[in-house]
Nanobody, 123 residues
Framework: QVQLAESGGGLVQAGGSLKLSCLFS????????LSWFRQTPGKEREFVAG???????YYGDFVEGRFTISRDNGKNTIYLQMDSLNLDDTADYYC?????????????????WGPGTRVTVSS
């Protein structure tokens, strides 16, 4: 069974940077597609970025070049480097895994989720 554990969230000033990590365990990491989603109270979970098993990357429209997703197959970890953060980036960020290797914006098509890490951007 896949287990995911996010880390790296915290409080940052607007314009600053944070790097999130997600440690994967329980299955063969290399074949999974992995993504980051985020959610704020009262809103649906939103696709932030994804990286498939072939290292192709995808981003939500709102990212506009500010975030970079990457994976390290040797460490069973994916990362989300977030730069130029703004107040609208305040959310709980979740890592998600999909066994087919591809990524999708559809929340319901992921096989496993982490518990999340909170990012708060202050003015």
């Amino acid at each position: 069974q896949v287990q995911l554990a996010e880390s790296g969230g915290g409080l940052v000033q607007a314009g600053g940077s944070l790097k999130l990590s997600c440690l994967f365990s329980g299955r063969i990491f290399n074949i999974y597609g992995l993504s980051w989603f985020r959610q704020t109270p009262g809103k649906e979970r939103e696709f932030v970025a994804g990286i498939n098993s072939a290292y192709a990357t995808y981003y939500g429209d709102f990212v506009e070049g500010r975030f970079t997703i990457s994976r390290d197959n040797g460490k069973n970890t994916i990362y989300l480097q977030m730069d130029s953060l703004n107040l609208d980036d305040t959310a709980d960020y979740y890592c998600a895994a999909r066994a087919v290797g591809a990524v999708t914006t559809n929340v319901g098509l992921y096989d496993a989720w982490g518990p999340g890490t909170r990012v708060t951007v202050s003015s």
